[in-house]
């Protein structure tokens, strides 16, 4: 009796928990779940069960229904696989709105892509792609199959809403693990534990999900991976390829990453030789890592390689002197060869490259994308981005920027956080002369200069053809019927980098004409867009992710006999979050149009989201601004009805 009772908890927490008669008719859907939603998951179910600290298999059924056409995206499958990983048994099925089954995947319907890049040369990453729909709303799609691994660096994740206009019936996460290969978890934005049932020797975990409706983003919100419900899992210790590591903390995982770079340093005699001469008279350690990191900047480019290990290890410093191209595993490697050369010592970072996803300082484990070097030095740290042949010494931007990353230093790794760029280095400072006739047409002369994160704005630009600048000035320009005459860009490539535009422009009707009057809005090209919706129960915090610091100055010069009509009032608004001012001054024929915006970076509670709104509002108003400019001789000041001077 004993053996036939664990042999029945065996087959209750081992068999899958899908049941063959799954309903996916439309009608079982509430309309709860429908709301705002493109698709809703009809069933979300992810088996993974670890075999050994090399070997694990995944297996996945999922079924969603796509409701209109919006949603079409959400019925396609990707499943990457590489060398360590291959996916079998994919199969699939459409059902139509009655939840009738309409037919089964062809193998016609799969297709297997390499993930190559524009970048990359060499490459063992792959996908199974599928892309299916039934041309009438609303159907479902349904697909299985399993992924064999022979890694254990990564773990899968479970994300019960995979976006912000899809909604889910319920899902089940469970892992299977030895119990001598403890399983180590981890829920964020959801209250919820695993159901852990223990027998011979094997642990399994259960996570239940239920009904979830759609999430509702927010403007001024952190970024979904900080609010999407998500369990993520992970081992202590694993293995790829044969390199052992262990991932109970950053500390050992750093480790595992020095495993692998063990004896990639060399370089050859001569380099050696070029770089000592290139430093020898500079005179001190910034100039000394400048004029290393640009020669490395020249005598490299970036090229992805990515085969197998590959993928994680890099190439000897001297494959990188030969071949001239690496990854930026390969080529941060180069560069800390080089700085050791000349007897300056840096450290490789790993980081997430790109839209700012914050990794999981809780949680190691492999969460990063990219590889930067670090190098300290007796006020901070210069950060060098080794993957770019035209990137300012020392600068990091939105790309690396203001993160959490992984140091790795020769005890192991170390949670750092990089540059963050303050709001008096992220400056835009226009100063424009414009002519006005009186026909409303006119000329004007823009010089703006842009440097921190701001420099970002115009950086495209310095390493294109005159050809496709002028492309884009074109389709930049918030000025309407405007004609480009001449244009020039230029740079300081600093750690805080500088960039000028100089722009001349005829600008057809820039002011409109109505009888004796023409009208000017003075914001010529710095307006805000319109204030974010207001939102009833915010549930999340305000965040502002960059701080920045904008100036225009602009100067009208009348058409002759022309004058503004009224001198509007000052407008000025300080909250928490910036702080607007703006203003005009009349001296002659000329009138100076000075608006300045400070935006502060920070988090603020989600109370505070109203004042936000209202401050943007405001600034949204007032860059409406127009002003009247009559056929007349001054005559007296007098106050206006807005407080402002009738002139």
């Given amino acids: 009796m004993k053996k036939y009772l664990l042999f029945c908890l065996w087959v209750l927490f081992s068999k899958p928990l899908w049941a063959d008669d799954l309903n996916f008719a439309v009608s079982k859907i509430t309309e709860e779940l429908k709301t705002d939603a493109y698709a809703v998951i009809r069933h979300d179910e992810l088996i993974f069960e670890v075999k050994s600290v090399g070997k694990s298999v995944e297996k996945v059924r999922y079924a969603i229904t796509i409701l209109d056409k919006e949603g079409d995206d959400y019925a396609h499958l990707v499943v990457p696989y590489d060398k360590f990983n291959k996916v079998v048994n994919l199969k699939g099925r459409i059902y139509n709105s009655l939840g009738e089954e309409v037919r089964k995947l062809k193998k016609s319907d799969i297709s297997d892509i390499s993930l190559v890049s524009g970048v990359t040369i060499m490459s063992d990453s792959r996908a199974k792609v599928v892309e299916v729909s039934l041309g009438q709303y609303p159907f479902t799609v349904e697909y299985e199959y399993e992924v064999a691994s022979e890694q254990s660096l990564f773990y899968p994740q479970f994300r019960p809403l995979p976006s912000s206009k899809v909604a889910t019936q319920g899902g089940i996460f469970k892992v299977i693990t030895p119990d001598k290969i403890p399983l180590r978890f981890k829920s964020y934005n959801l209250e919820l534990e695993p159901e852990i049932f223990s027998l011979e020797g094997k642990n399994t975990y259960t996570w239940k999900i239920g009904e979830m409706p759609v999430f509702k983003s927010e403007p001024y919100a952190p970024g979904l991976s900080e609010v999407l419900p998500t369990i993520i899992t992970g081992p202590k210790d694993f293995q790829m390829e044969g390199f052992q590591g262990n991932m109970s903390d950053w500390l050992s995982f750093g480790q595992w990453i020095n495993q692998l770079n063990q004896g990639r340093g060399e370089l050859p005699k001569h380099i050696i030789k070029e770089v000592n001469e290139l430093v020898t ?306 001296e002659g024929k000329e009138m100076t149009y000075i608006r300045t915006l400070k935006m502060f970076k920070g988090r603020h509670p989600k109370e505070k989201y109203t004042e936000l709104r209202s401050f943007l509002k405001d600034v949204y108003k007032a860059d409406k601004l127009k002003l009247v400019l009559v056929e007349k001789k001054r005559e007296n000041a007098t106050t206006n009805s807005d407080g402002g001077e009738k002139i």
């Fill in 281 to 586: 008279d500079l005179p001190d350690l910034e100039s000394k890592v400048r004029a290393v990191y640009e020669y490395m900047q020249n005598q490299t480019r970036y090229v992805s390689i990515q085969l197998g290990i590959g993928g994680f290890q890099p190439f000897e410093a001297s494959f990188v002197a030969e071949k001239g191209y690496g990854d930026c595993k390969a080529l941060s490697n180069y560069t800390q060869a080089l700085l050791k050369a000349v007897g300056i010592s840096s450290n490789q970072v790993l980081i997430w490259g790109g839209a700012n996803r914050p990794i999981r300082t809780d949680f190691p484990s492999s969460q990063f994308n990219h590889m930067i070097l670090s190098v300290p030095s007796p006020n901070d740290t210069i950060w060098l981005e080794c993957t770019s042949q035209t990137n300012p010494f020392g600068y990091q931007g939105y790309f690396t920027g203001d993160r959490d990353a992984l140091m790795i230093t020769d005890e192991g790794g170390k949670i750092v956080h990089t540059t963050v760029y303050p709001l008096e280095a992220n400056t835009q400072f226009r100063r424009a002369e414009v002519y006005i006739s009186n026909t409303g047409d006119a000329s004007a002369s823009i010089r703006t200069d842009f440097s921190g994160l701001q420099y970002e704005n115009v950086d495209w630009y310095l390493n294109q053809s005159m050809e496709l600048q002028k492309k884009e000035l074109y389709e930049d320009l918030e000025i309407n019927n405007a004609t480009i005459e001449s244009f020039k860009h230029s740079q300081e490539k600093n750690r805080i980098p500088k960039a000028r535009q100089d722009l001349k422009l005829k600008i057809r009707k820039l002011a409109s004409l109505s009888g004796k009057r023409l009208f000017i809005t003075p914001n010529l090209m710095n307006q805000s867009g319109k204030a974010p919706r207001a939102i009833k129960d915010r549930k999340y915090e305000v965040l502002i992710n960059t701080g920045f610091y904008d100036a225009d100055t602009i100067s009208f010069h009348f058409p002759e006999g022309f004058q503004p009509e009224y001198l509007p009032k000052a407008k000025e608004f300080i909250s928490d979050f910036g702080h607007y001012r703006a203003e005009i001054l009349i």
